[in-house]
T-cell receptor, first 112, second 117 residues
Framework: DAKTTQPNSMESNEEEPVHLPCNHS???????IHWYRQLPSQGPEYVIH???SNVNNRMASLAIAEDRKSSTLILHRATLRDAAVYYC?????????????FGTGTRLKVLA | DTGVSQNPRHKITKRGQNVTFRCDPI?????LYWYRQTLGQGPEFLTY????????KSRLLSDRFSAERPKGSFSTLEIQRTEQGDSAMYLC???????????????FGSGTQLSVL
C-alpha cells in the first residue's frame, strides 16, 4: 500500500484558514485520498475524500495536485474544536476494504 | 444513526488475565473492523468481518487474540493471557455494504482503553 507523509504538528490561530499538507508520491491511479481526524479521547472521524478533482463539504475542502502526488486539507476558519490529529490515508478503490494504513498524522493546535 | 458503541471504555487488568471487549456497529452496517492504537501512533488494522465472516486478519493479531461476530451484529475481541505490550486503545469501526457498492467511509467508535499491569 502506498504511504503518505505529513508534518508532525502545525499551529493556527482561531478563525484563520489552515492548510494541512500531505505527500503521497507513490500514489497509484486507483488510490483515493481520504482524510480523517481524531479528537482527544475519541476514535477517528471522517473528514473528506477525493480522487482527482478538488472536493468541498461542510467540514473542509480537499485540494489535490494535478499529478496527484500531494494534497492539502483546508479548514476555512479554524475553531478550537478543530484541534485534533489529522490523518491523510490512501485507499485503493479496487480493494473493497477499509484496511487503512494510518501514519502518525499532523497534530493541529489552534490558538485562541 | 446512533453511532458505533464500544464497551467498556476502560479496562485495567493484570498480566496473564483474559479480557473481552464488545463492539456494537451502526445498525445494518455489514462490515466491522478492529484497529489498535498505541500512544502517539495512528491506528493499526487488526481484522475485519463482512456479516459474520471474518475475512482478513493482520499479522499483528497473534493467536492470543480472537474476534467473533455471531449473527453478523455485534462483535467481541478477546485477548487471552494479556501482556503489558497489549496495552493500547482498541477501536472498532463499521461501514455499510450495499450490493457491490462499498460505503465511502468508516465510522469509528470511541474505543476501549486497555491497561495491562
Amino acid at each position: 500500500d502506498a504511504k503518505t507523509t505529513q508534518p508532525n504538528s502545525m499551529e493556527s490561530n482561531e478563525e484563520e484558514p489552515v492548510h494541512l499538507p500531505c505527500n503521497h508520491s507513490t500514489i497509484s491511479g486507483t488510490d483515493y485520498i481520504h482524510w480523517y481526524r481524531q479528537l482527544p479521547s475519541q476514535g477517528p472521524e471522517y473528514v473528506i475524500h477525493g480522487l482527482t478533482s478538488n472536493v468541498n463539504n461542510r467540514m473542509a475542502s480537499l485540494a489535490i495536485a494535478e499529478d496527484r502526488k500531494s494534497s492539502t486539507l483546508i479548514l476555512h476558519r479554524a475553531t478550537l474544536r478543530d484541534a485534533a490529529v489529522y490523518y491523510c490515508i490512501l485507499r485503493d478503490a479496487t480493494s473493497g476494504t477499509y484496511k487503512y494504513i494510518f501514519g502518525t498524522g499532523t497534530r493541529l493546535k489552534v490558538l485562541a | 444513526d446512533t453511532g458505533v458503541s464500544q464497551n467498556p471504555r476502560h479496562k485495567i487488568t493484570k498480566r496473564g488475565q483474559n479480557v473481552t471487549f464488545r463492539c456494537d456497529p451502526i445498525s445494518e452496517h455489514n462490515r466491522l473492523y478492529w484497529y489498535r492504537q498505541t500512544l502517539g501512533q495512528g491506528p493499526e488494522f487488526l481484522t475485519y468481518f463482512q456479516n459474520e465472516a471474518q475475512l482478513e486478519k493482520s499479522r499483528l493479531l497473534s493467536d492470543r487474540f480472537s474476534a467473533e461476530r455471531p449473527k453478523g451484529s455485534f462483535s467481541t475481541l478477546e485477548i487471552q493471557r494479556t501482556e503489558q505490550g497489549d496495552s493500547a486503545m482498541y477501536l472498532c469501526a463499521s461501514s455499510p455494504l450495499r450490493g457491490r457498492v462499498f460505503g465511502e467511509k468508516l465510522f469509528f467508535g470511541s474505543g476501549t482503553q486497555l491497561s495491562v499491569l
